[in-house]
């Protein structure tokens, strides 16, 4: 009887995760409705839009951008590039993100102004809503931590050379650094271990066997967190 390992995996394909995002609509100080500007440091993000229209607005090293987004769009960007959703019209997308967990354990850091990075809990206590707070609560400061992140973000837009920009990424990989060892471990049950399954797949097809395929399974699942005040909007969360 031939025996195998296992290399069914449990979450969504690639360890990718999901969530559904109805972009805020609230205007900022320039007039511009929408999200929270922030960068990711280890996962690529993509959005497919459903309905509405908007775009994000991006700043890497290689400058600033606008993309448009409407229904249909797919965009996406690598770690590095720092975005900011805009709510043209009822904006609202299905979000992919690169590395499902390392997004939810923290790899974002939103573009305050300098003082509020100089270490995880100064960071945190400009950042954090707090959950168990009523939900007009968790609006306000919601809206108010999009507020300070955009202080930063002119800033950023408006610098001069790549000083600026490079002193922001400086300071982002450093509050994130007390997190890589729980993020790698994150990597290795999810996205490593999804491309491993591939392979081990691939070498038992070139060999003539198929003994992974008696392991098929069907799954669905429905979201374990609704309306969730995120960086950019409200979201429907699912257990990735």
Not at 5 to 15: D, H, K, R, V, Y
Request: with cysteine; hydrophobic share 40%; proline share 6%.
């Amino acid at each position: 009887m031939l025996t195998h390992m296992s290399t069914t995996n449990t979450g969504l394909p690639g360890g990718v995760a999901i969530s559904h995002l109805s972009v805020y609509d609230w205007p900022a100080a320039d007039g511009v409705c929408g999200g929270t500007p922030h960068m990711h440091l280890a996962c690529s993000e993509a959005y497919v839009v459903t309905s509405g229209r908007g775009a994000v607005q991006t700043l890497t090293a290689s400058g600033y951008e606008v993309t448009p987004l409407q229904a249909g769009t797919v965009a996406w960007f690598t770690p590095g590039t720092i975005h900011r959703l805009v709510n043209g019209g009822d904006l609202r997308i299905t979000v992919l993100m690169q590395n499902s967990g390392l997004p939810e354990a923290g790899d974002a850091v939103l573009t305050l102004p300098p003082q509020y990075l100089t270490d995880p809990e100064t960071y945190a206590r400009a950042t954090a809503i707090p959950a168990d707070a009523p939900e007009e609560e968790q609006e306000r400061v919601a809206r108010a931590r999009r507020d300070l992140a955009l202080e930063g973000y002119r800033a950023l837009r408006e610098a001069e050379g790549p000083q600026t920009l490079a002193a922001f990424h400086r300071a982002a990989a450093a509050l994130v650094r007390p997190r890589i060892a729980e993020w790698r471990e994150r990597w290795r049950r999810g996205a490593e271990a999804s491309a491993a399954a591939t392979g081990a797949q691939l070498d038992w097809l070139e060999r003539g066997e198929s003994p992974h395929l008696v392991d098929a399974t069907v799954r669905s699942e429905q979201p374990v967190a609704r309306r969730k005040f995120g960086m950019c909007g409200r979201l429907d969360v699912y257990q990735n």
